[in-house]
Every structure is written in C-alpha cells, then in structure tokens.
C-alpha cells in the first residue's frame, strides 16, 4: 500500500526552476552567458528530467492506487494562516493533473529542444539565447505550479507566473517597439480575468467560510460543496437586467467570476484579443504557451473546479455559449488571415472555445482529451510554421509563399498531418476528441439551446478544415510567389528542429487513442470501455452522464467528417485547382471581406470604447480639471500668474499659487469630513 | 517627588537620539583641516563615516526593538502614560528603522552625486526617525503632537536638501507651509479633545468620548484630518506629487515609506483607543477617503511620466489599500496593515533606490525614459526594479500580492462576521483598483527590457552600499511573498498583545 | 465683572487685529505690527485664565522674539505690497471665506454650550513653579523630545543657512 503523500513530486516543477534560477542569477551577477553547451543542457536538461519524473509518477498513481483513490499530495509548508484563513503550498498529483503535466512536460521539453535550433543565430543580443532559455524554465515551472497546486490561492500564483512569464516572452525580440506593446496588452486583458478569478476565489471563500468550512483546497471544498449549492446572494438593483434577477446562487456568481479569468488566461469573447498579437513573439513561444499550455490554463481550471459548475447550470450554460461563439467567430476571422502565425492564433481560439463548450456541457473529461489532442497537434503546426517562417527569412505571410512541397519535403508532411488532425480526419487524434465533444453537447439536454450549439459546434469544424487546408495550399502547394534570391536560398531545416516535429506528427496521429470512444473499441477491438483517458479524468471531475446509442453515434461521427470533408475540398478547389476564382469571390463578397479581413473591427471599438476614455479621463478630466486646472480656474490665473510670478515677481524661486490651492482643497475636505461627522452629513 | 518610570521603554530611542545629538558635533570635528585622528577628512570620506555611524546607531535600536517586539509590553509611565512600547510599537519601529537604514546606505554616493554631502544630512534624519519611534508608541496627545512634530520638521529640511536645485528648494517650502497648515488643524483638534473630555492620555478619551456629542466629533474629525495629512490620503495629498518629486530621491524614498509607517500606527492607535466610541461614524469617513486615494491615486499615476511623480500617486493609491486595514478594525484587519506596511517599505525603497543611483552628475535621472535599456547595462538594478514594481501592482508570488491579499481577505472576513457589504464593496474596489495600476507599472520594466538605451546613456554602476539595498529589498520582496506565514503569525500576536495593553492602560 | 470686561475688550482687540493681519497685504509691516497686537490680547486671555506664566511666555517669545524676527526679514528683504499674490485667486478666497465663516457659526455655538464646568483651581496653578514642577517630572519625557525638536530645528536653520552652496 502506497502512501497518498509523496514528495517527489515537489521536484516536478523545481527542476525547471532551479534552471531558470542558475541561467537567470548568471546573468545578472556574472553579465555574460555560459557556454552554448551548457545553457542548451541546463535549458532542456530540466524540463526533459521533469518530463521524466512526471512519466513515473503519473505511472505509479496509475497502477498502485484503486480506482477512485488516485492522488498524490506533496505538502511543502503553511504558506498562509491568518484568522480563519489556511493554506498550505501543496502539490496535488491526480488523474487531472497528471494528463496536464504529461502535456506541459512532455511537448515542453520538445518545443525546448527546438528552440535550440530556432534561437541558434538570434545573436540581435548578446545574452538573448540564454536568457530565453531562463524565461522558457521559468514559463515551465510556473506552468507546472498552476496545475500542480493544491488549492485556489497556489493555482493563481501560478495562473499570474505564467501570464507573467507569457509578457517576458511575447516581448522577447525586444528591439521592436510593436512587440513590447503587445505584451503590454496581453498582461493588461489577462490583468483584467485576474480581477474576475480574485473575486471568485473570494466568493468561493466566503461561501465556505459561511459553512463552517473556511477551506481553498480542491478536495474539501469538492467534499462540502453540497453545503454552499443553495446559498443566494442578491444583486445589487443596477444589475436588473441581468436573468434570474435578483438572487443568484453563489456558486453561479463565483463560477461567473472565475470564467471572467478563464476567459482571459484562454482567449474568449470578449477577451480573446490578446492571443493574435501575442503571436509578435517568436514561435516556439507562440507554440508552448499561446497554443499548448497557458491558454488551456482556463479550461483546466473549469474542468479542476467542476464540482462547483455542475452545481451551477448558469454558469455552465454561460461557458457554454461562450465557448461555442468564441469557437465560430474566431474560426470565421482566420478563413481571411494573411500572416500564417495569427491564422494559428485564432485557430487557437477557435479551438478553446471548443474546449469550453465541452466544459460547460459537462463533458469536461472530452475537454480535457481535446487540450491534451490539441496541444499535440497545434504544437506541431506552430513549430511547423516556425520552421517555414525560418526557412523564408521571416517572412510571415502566405501570399507570398506557395510551393514549398518541394523545398521543405519533411517539414510539408509533418504539417500535413496536422492539418488533418485538426481538421478531424479519421483515425487522427483530432478526430476523436472532437467527435467526443460534439456527441457530449448533442447529448446534453439540460443545457438551453443545446442543438444550436452543436450546429456552431459542426459549422466550426467544417469552417477549420476549410481554413487549415486553405492555409497549407497556399504554403505548401502550387508555384513559389516568393522573390527569385530568396527562392534560392529555402533550405529544409536540421535535425533538431525536425525532430521534435516528427514525434509530435506522431503523438498527433496516435494520440487520440487513449481516449477511443467505447463504441469503437468495442465494434473494432471488442475491447469493453476502451475511453481509458475517459475513465482515468473522471475520477478528479463531475461529469455529466449521457448515453447515445452506438449507431447514432456513428452517425453523427459520419456527419461531422462530412462536413470537415466539405470544408475541406472547398478549399481545394478554391486554392489548388481554380485559384483564379480567388480573387473574383472576395470582390464579390468586398463587404463581408473587408469586415472579416479587419477582424470586425474588435481592436478599433476596444480602443474607442476603453482605452481613449481612460486615458481622457485620467489625464484630460482627473489630473488636469480636478488637480490641476480646477483650481487654476477658481484662482483665475493660475498657470499663467505662476509664469508672470515666476518672471517678474518677488516669488522668483517658488511658485506658490498651487499651494493656496493645495489648502483649500485641504480645507475643503476637512469641512466635508466635519459636516459628515458633526452634521450627519 | 520622583515618579517610578520604566527608563527601559526607551530602550529602542536611545541610540537613536544619541545619534542625533552627536551626529552634528561629529560633523563639525571633522570638518577641521587637522582632526583628532591627525588625518584630515575628505568630503567623501566624511559622508562615509557619517553614514557608517549612523547605520550603527539605527542596527543597535533595530536589534534592541527586535528583542523588545518577543518581550512583555512596557510602559513609560510618569504619573500620565507617555509611550506604550507594546508589540505594534516595537513592530513599527522595527519597519521604521530598517527603512530608515536602507535610506542610509542608499544616501551616500547619491549625495555625492547631487554635490550635496552634508554631515547634517545624517543628524536630521536621525532626529526623523526618533520622531517617528515615539509617535508609534505615544500614548497621549501631548506626546504624539511632539513626536509628529520631531518627525516633520527635519522632514521639511530634508526635502530642501539639494540647496542648489529649484525643484528641491520648491517641495521644501510646500511641504513646510502645507505641513504647518496640517499640524494647526491636528493640535486644533486635540486642543478640542483634550478640553471635552478634561484629558490628554488616549485611553482616558477613550472612556470619556461621547459620539453623541458635536464637538467631540469635532475634534475626532480634526484629528483625523491632521493625520489624513501625514499618510497623504485623498483629499490631502495635493501636496505628495510636488514634494516627493522635488526632495532628492534618497529623501523621497525614507518620506514614502517610514513617514507614514509611524502616522498609520499613531492612526490606528487613535482609532482603536481615542476614538474607538465613534468608530463607526468614523469608519465611514474613512471608507470615502480609502475608495477616493486607491481611485485617484491609480488614475493619475497612469499618466504621470516622472517616476517620482508616478511613484508618489501610487503611494496614493497604497494608502487606499492600507486604510481598508484600517478599516476592517479587527485584529486580524491591523496585523494585515502592519505586514502590509512592511513589504509597501521595501518595494518602494526598492524602487526608489534605482531612481537615485541613475542621479548622475547633479542631475537627477527620473523620467521614465531614462530607464531605457537598464536591462541590459545594468541587469541587477532592472531585476529589482521589475520586481518591486510587479509587488507594487500586487502580482503573485511576490509580497505586495500578499499584503494586498491579507488586507482585502481581513475585509471579507470581517465583513461577513458583521454583515456588512461595505466592506466587501471596499474589497471589491481594492482588487479592481490593483489591476487599474498595472497599466502603469507595467510601462517600467517595458521601458527597461524592451527599450534600447540611447547611445548616451551610461547609468552609473551601484555602489556597495547600494548594492546591498537593491539586495536586501529584492529578498525581501521575494521571501515575504513565498514564505510570509511566520511573520505574519508574529504579527497577528503583536496585535493582540498590543490590544490587550490599550484596553488595560490608563493612569 | 471687571473679568468680564476685560475678556471683551481683549478678545474683540485680537479678533479685529488678527483680521489686520490677513487683510494687510499692501503694507507688510502693518501686517506684523498687527500681530504684535494679536499676540498681546492673547497674553491678556491668558493671564486672565489664571495662566500666568504663559501670558508672559506669550509676550516674550511672540511679541518679542518672533515678530521682531519678521520685521527684520521685512525689512532687509525689502518686501513691498502686491509681492504676496494679493490680487490673485480671488474666487478661492470667497468660498474660503464662506466657508470658515459657514463653520464658524455652525460651530462656535456648538462649542461654547457643551463645554465642561471648569475645575476648581489651586492658588499655585499657573506659576512658573506648577509648571516646572510638572514639566520636569509628569511630562519630563516631552520636555526632553521637545528639547531634541528644538537641536533638529537649529541643524535645519544651520543648513538652510550655509552660503556655501557645494
């Protein structure tokens, strides 16, 4: 018999601290970077340990526990107690997190090792190989903090650290001013989710501390939650338009509020716009963080806290939706994208939002097998494009690409193998995944409006294979439109960028068969409950029960691949045989292009509607009117007698006009603060 | 007939004020061309062992009131409770007298540079930092009126120290006028107290206050008003932006932190003692000020483009979250100000450390373009910059998110126990208001990691001294956010302990 | 009855040159002469509240030293009317002076009704010997700090006053 607490796993993000921590202090007190051999070492030395740590771990929870008593727990110390509040910095290694950090270490370590060959002539910086290779530990071990943690308050450090980190790493190839902003605003939109996740977890808090129960860690708020279900809060009269008016229960406020945060961290409607322009960073940022890990940070969360959203149907129908038209409206946006990275980019949403419509159906074990598919068969093509990018000589737009079959044979069939995959051709790892989130929402039939979800859910698919393959024809297929002197120059790329290539191709071909539909397995294999990965996440989630018939679920298996199929030869015709009708169809849809092409305008109404008034506000209206200018205006000449008091005045050192103004307003607030007082104010 | 006074009480200001006493005299014998060690002093030299002889004095008090803060509470009683050395007082002098040795050594090649290396630079500040020892600890009105006075006057000198610079000259006086202004309402305030309730010990106008009645309301709000001053809240804090922006750098740093570490402890004992009978009246005064100064302070440090300035309405804003603490008025509510108080010291000595070491050749450096690039010339100084400005915002792990953390939870804690929402609301504010500040935090370490130097820039490279500030803030930043439980215990222990004596004090 | 008297007359005297030295502003020197007087009247109230000894404090160090400090810096500075902004933010000074006149009179009233019955007072209370007696033992803590106040203050003029600007 096995004991619950075992602590190796603490080792599991410390390595790639401890990696970032020698890199990072070595530059900053020795100022110049180590030897290449030993910053490569040290930089994928320490995910790759932690990868292998995970394997073993996850591979003793698996087999030494009984069903339904897997978790390892690794308590370091009390991290806070003050008054009724406890928590502890505690590791918590189960079903849910294990498949987490099998993902983030496992394609971690091989965007790590491709990273050596991508930054290899990034010598714009003296120290910037090494210092890559810090933050990318870093990113790992935050990454690993946030799945690992036992409890509300340690997953948010870690949902910070790698928002954090994120901002690092957007913002790398610093000389670029574009790029620097861009990080700014993925921290800002990600800021603005962390305000909606504090407040859940103070909401969630409140609700236990009420019960009796002051508790953030996972498995006893998961024990007591029966006894917050019914607690209500009333709504302030402001929020009247909101349904259910006035008393929520809390648990769907608390749900709501985190989303806000999960919406952030994973690029939603309304936050999603930071994703595509984080894409400035370089790519094998672009493929850890901004489509195999951190974005899923939020589904991870939905799915850890799903004992609170399956008592909270608002909350779920809310995810639901959002993930739903967040997976259509993103999907629509790339169809007209030029850059190759930001057409992965809102693929990512696209698929985050299939990720969340699974959640918020209650079908978070399909969610999950979609993340783990997803970061498999995104990676690849990240890195994919990262390597065509590379080959061109950074050039990022595909219009200007075509053909490079033929220049870059094996990085083209890798990447095909991921167009399909996503696109959720049979038997590829995106096939399985999907179709078990289409049959979850097609099944779920307390959720409102659920058959209209599942038709956004097949319009989506469809929409992606269309996209995908229209993206690899005008990459791969037809004549190079590239300048004669660099056509020349494209170069298949080495063996260490090509490596991880091919075993990601791998891991998304057969990825997707831990997790084979029962029916399968039986009707192929006569293997009885084959969906192990099913069975393995339902231990740490609530989810819901549906049951279809085997026949009906091959047939809207059937469906779903006609569809994509449709999407798919759409866009073979479109770019591979009359790429001549091309043009003609975009004039005739002028319109609807212009307004997709420009992303709907989201950026422009975002900076008219938010961003200017803010800063008129602060500077026009706070700054200038109250603290300043309003009190120039009541002693009439302000700016303009502290010029003439300063020029032609005794007061030739100071300028005292302020001053007098600085009192009044003092003494006008200590009148207030009387009236209050004295006068009941 | 000679009363029986605890002498020991004052254990902690004893060599603090022998160090404000001698400093001046040590200046002026070394000042002569031939001194008693036969070697004459050069100017250099001089501010060094200044700095070195004061730093000695602050670690012996620092020591003395560490070992104070785990001893039983004294009282320096002589027939009228002056000072009560409890557990916040030890505590807050312990903040008060770290700041004031980071300050320390991070004064001296900055007063180099700004050709401003007086001896008396050393005397006045000591005279500060005793001024704020007794105001944590005074337990009547005469004593924290002295002791607030014994604290700003140097302060006002201090602000003008750079005798050369306009800027300086300027904050000097308006801290000075405005200060005085301040200081008139406060005494007002407790001449009104003092004759309502016929005493001038805390705990007697404790018993005695009658929130029935207009003027001892009266007093409570002028009282409240003079110390609303001092920590700079919305709305008396025109003055901050303008002072700290002139006051040297090293000034504005030691003005930002330990100044109102010593007013928010003679607030809260105020609070909690004197006024305790009005405090719901006065909590929701407070309330106001707290939701004004995070609000205003964060919106208009967003524009600022001088990182003093900056700094200064972000103190602003630390003074909304801090009054939450305040507020909540529970135990738990003022450990979680005093931890908080302690990371603010840090952070913000942290970040204005930076500024002053890239002071060069007279001219201060401090806007924030002038960062540009420190990441790569000078990494050490772009680390902890980024870092205390991510504490300042409050971004996990580090220890402005824990401080913010155990203030706003205190709120929610307290506000369910008593049904309160406001409270709640107050928290919700707090949290909104610390994500609003990151737009401008954020420009920091963007101007450093993602900006290239302009070709004339050569920052100066930190001095020992200096080297250890930076280090000791950037430990502090980061151990306080990882490993906080046991301070944090410490302090909820002082407060109770401390509360225990406020209640049982009286002549 | 002669207390009586006496009181009006030397309030309303400090009431009306205290409004002298706000409202002097073209003259300067009239200003300090009228806070001379100010002072005086107040040394007056005090000796009348049987505070003797702060009624002699009062006309030495602010009748004597501090209005004679402002004369000189008057003079040698050569400060003529208008220099101190006297024309300037005059809006401000209307609803500044609404305002304490508001407060005043909202105030005063509340003041002077609820105040506490006086005690009773020894025959030694206010002498300098009192007050010795009580500075150097009760308040000995504050007489010291206050003496601490009064060096950091010395340092400050000190270097507030060096010529040499290094």
């Known amino acids: 018999m096995l004991e619950h607490v075992n602590e190796t796993i603490r080792w599991i993000p410390l390595l790639p601290l401890m990696g970032a921590l020698v890199s990072g202090l070595w530059l900053i007190f020795a100022r110049q970077e180590l030897p290449r051999p030993l910053v490569i070492g040290l930089g994928c030395g320490a995910p790759m340990l932690s990868f292998a740590l995970s394997v073993r771990e996850v591979f003793r929870l698996a087999t030494a526990f009984p069903a339904g008593e897997r978790f390892f727990i690794d308590n370091l110390y009390t991290w806070i107690s003050a008054g009724d509040f406890h928590a502890e910095l505690s590791f918590l290694l189960d079903p849910l997190s294990a498949v987490m950090i099998l993902v983030v270490t496992g394609v971690g370590s091989l965007i790590h090792i491709y990273s050596v060959g991508y930054m290899r002539e990034d010598h714009r910086d003296d120290r910037g190989f090494q210092r890559f290779f810090c933050y990318l530990n870093l990113f790992t071990f935050a990454m690993l903090v946030l799945v690992l943690g036992d409890n509300l308050l340690v997953l948010f450090v870690g949902w910070e650290g790698v928002g954090l980190c994120s901002y690092l790493l957007i913002g790398f190839w610093y000389l670029d001013d574009h790029n620097a902003m861009c990080g700014q605003k993925a921290f800002i939109v990600n800021r603005i989710g962390d305000f909606g996740f504090l407040l859940g977890i103070f909401l969630l808090f409140w609700a236990f501390f009420e019960a009796g129960h002051p508790t953030i860690e996972f498995y006893a708020m998961r024990e007591h939650v029966g006894l917050v279900a019914e607690r209500t809060v009333t709504l302030p009269a402001w929020l009247g338009f909101l349904p259910g008016f006035p008393t929520w229960t809390l648990l769907t406020l608390a749900g709501l509020c985190l989303f806000v945060g999960a919406c952030g961290k994973s690029a939603q409607l309304p936050l999603y716009v930071w994703l595509p322009d984080a894409m400035a960073g370089p790519t094998p940022v672009s493929a850890l963080i901004h489509a195999a890990t951190m974005v899923t940070a ?229 293997l009885p409950s084959s969906n192990s990965l099913h069975y393995f996440l339902d231990e740490s989630v609530v989810s819901a029960t549906h049951v279809v018939p085997p026949a009906r679920e091959f047939a809207l298996a059937g469906l779903a691949v006609l569809i994509a199929a449709g999407g798919a030869f759409f866009a073979v015709f479109l770019y591979y045989y009359r790429t001549d009708l091309v043009p003609r169809v975009t004039a005739a849809l002028r319109p609807l292009y212009q307004l997709v092409w420009r992303k709907y305008y989201v950026d422009e109404l975002y900076s008219l509607a938010v961003v200017r008034p803010l800063v008129r506000i602060s500077d026009a209206f706070l700054y200038r009117t109250i603290d300043v200018r309003m009190i120039d205006r009541l002693g009439v000449d302000g700016t303009a007698g502290f010029v003439r008091g300063v020029a032609d005045r005794g007061l030739k050192l100071v300028q005292t006009g302020l001053m007098q103004s600085y009192v009044f307003v003092m003494l006008l607030g200590s009148v207030l603060l009387i009236a209050y007082l004295v006068g009941g104010l | 007939m000679i009363p029986q006074i605890d002498i020991g009480a004052l254990g902690p200001m004893l060599p603090v004020a022998v160090g404000a006493i001698l400093l001046p005299l040590a200046e002026v014998l070394m000042a002569r061309k031939r001194t008693f060690l036969s070697r004459p002093f050069t100017q250099e030299r001089r501010g060094t062992f200044l700095a070195v002889a004061s730093l000695l004095c602050l670690v012996i008090a620092l020591i003395i009131s560490v070992n104070g803060l785990l001893g039983p509470s004294r009282v320096f009683n002589s027939g009228n409770p002056m000072i009560v050395m409890d557990g916040v007082a030890h505590f807050l002098n312990i903040v008060v007298l770290l700041g004031a040795s980071l300050t320390v050594l991070g004064s001296v090649k900055y007063l180099a540079d700004i050709h401003s290396n007086h001896g008396e630079y050393y005397a006045l500040l000591m005279s500060s930092v005793l001024g704020m020892m007794f105001l944590t600890s005074a337990s009547n009105l005469m004593m924290l009126f002295l002791a607030l006075e014994l604290m700003s006057i140097p302060l006002y000198v201090l602000a003008g ?33 003092y004759g309502m309730t016929g005493s001038i010990s805390l705990a007697e106008i404790g018993k005695r206050f009658d929130p029935e009645s207009a003027p001892h309301l009266l007093g409570a709000a002028l009282v409240v ?29 030691f003005m930002a932190t330990t100044v109102k570490v010593a007013a928010f402890g003679a607030l809260m004992r105020v609070l909690a003692v004197a006024l305790e009978p009005a405090a719901e009246l006065l909590y929701g005064a407070l309330w106001v000020m707290a939701v004004l100064s995070m609000t205003l302070g964060n919106v208009m440090a967003i524009i600022q483009q001088n990182i003093k300035r900056m700094l200064a309405y ?112 107050l928290a919700i504010i707090g949290v909104l208001n610390s994500a609003i500040s990151l737009a401008y935090y954020l420009r920091v370490p963007l101007v450093m990691y993602f900006r290239d130097a302009p070709p004339t820039s050569d920052p100066d490279v930190p001095g020992f001294f200096e080297r250890v500030v ?38 | 009855m002669t207390e009586q008297v006496i009181f009006y007359v030397s309030a309303f005297v400090a009431l009306i040159s205290a409004a002298g030295v706000v409202l002097n502003v073209r003259n300067t020197l009239y200003a300090a002469l009228c806070l ?55 809006v401000l ?72 600007i290094d």
């Open chain 2, 161 to 193: 120290f750079r005798r050369s610079s306009l800027r300086s000259n300027e904050s000097a006086l308006k801290y000075f006028l405005i200060g005085s202004f301040a200081s008139g309402i406060l005494l007002y305030g407790m001449a009104i107290l």
């Open chain 2, 470 to 507: 930076l280090l000791t803030c950037l430990a502090a930043v980061v151990l306080l956010g990882i490993v906080p439980d046991d301070i944090f215990n410490v302090l909820s222990q002082t407060a109770a302990s401390a509360q225990h004596l406020l209640l049982l004090q009286s002549p």
């Open chain 1, 298 to 526: 939020g589904v991870y969360m939905v799915c850890r806290l799903s004992f609170v959203y399956s008592l909270a149907p608002g909350a779920s129908a809310t995810i639901a939706w959002v993930g739903g038209l967040t997976a259509i409206f993103a999907a629509t946006i790339a169809i007209c994208q030029k850059d190759i990275k930001k057409i992965l980019a809102y693929s990512t949403v696209s698929q985050l939002g299939y990720m969340f419509l699974a959640a918020g159906v209650g079908s978070y074990s399909a969610a999950m097998f979609h993340l783990m598919t997803h970061a498999f068969f995104k990676a690849l093509l990240f890195l994919g494009a990262g390597a065509v990018i590379f080959g061109m000589q950074h050039e990022q737009n595909i219009e200007k690409m075509g053909g490079l079959r033929r220049y870059m044979p094996w990085t083209h069939w890798t990447f095909l193998i991921g167009v399909l995959a996503i696109s959720g051709a049979p038997p590829l790892s995106g096939f399985f995944s999907k179709d078990e989130i289409l049959l979850g929402v097609y099944a779920a039939h307390a959720m409102p409006g659920h058959m209209a979800l599942w038709w956004i859910g097949l319009v989506t698919a469809g929409l992606t294979a269309f996209y995908m393959f229209r993206l690899y024809f005008l990459t791969f297929s037809g004549a190079s439109r590239a300048p004669m002197q660099l056509q020349t120059r494209i170069r298949e790329q080495p063996v260490v960028i090509l490596m991880p290539l091919f075993l990601l191709a791998g891991l998304a071909i057969v990825g997707g068969l831990v997790g084979l539909p029962d029916a399968y397995g039986e009707a192929l294999f006569s």
């Open chain 3, 93 to 164: 000074k209307v609803i500044g002076t609404l305002l304490i006149v508001g407060a005043s009179v909202k105030l005063v009233p509340l003041l002077s009704e609820s105040r506490r019955a006086w005690p009773e007072v020894g025959p030694e209370f206010g002498t300098v010997r009192a007050i010795g007696g009580t500075l150097y033992t009760d308040y000995l803590l504050a007489f010291e700090i206050a003496g601490v106040l009064l060096l950091a203050g010395i340092v400050g003029a000190v270097v507030m006053g060096k010529q040499r």
């Open chain 3, 36 to 90: 001379v007087i100010t002072m005086l009247s107040l040394a007056v109230l005090f000796i009348l509240l049987n505070a003797e000894f702060i009624g002699v404090l009062q006309v030495m160090v602010y009748a004597g030293a501090i209005v004679v400090l402002f004369l000189f810096v008057i003079m040698l500075l050569n400060i003529r009317g208008g220099d101190m902004g006297a024309d300037r933010q005059p």
């Open chain 2, 314 to 425: 972000s103190s602003i804003a630390h003074v909304g979250y801090l009054l939450v603490g305040v507020i909540v008025g529970t135990l738990d509510g003022y450990a979680a100000v005093l931890f908080y108080l302690l990371v603010y010291t840090f952070m913000t000595i942290g970040a204005f450390t930076v500024v002053a070491i890239l002071a060069k050749g007279g001219e201060d450096r401090d806007r924030v373009e002038d960062l540009a690039g420190l990441s790569q010339s000078r990494p050490l100084m772009a680390v902890v910059m980024t870092l205390c400005m991510f504490a300042l915002a409050g971004i996990p792990p580090t220890a402005g998110f824990m401080g913010k953390f155990h203030l706003f939870r205190a709120a929610i804690e307290r506000g369910i126990e008593i049904g309160d929402t406001s409270l709640f609301w």
């Open chain 2, 225 to 253: 008003v003079g110390l609303g001053f001092k920590i700079s809240s919305v709305p008396f804090h025109q003055w901050a932006p303008d002072v700290y922006e002139g006051a040297p750098t090293s000034v504005t740093g």
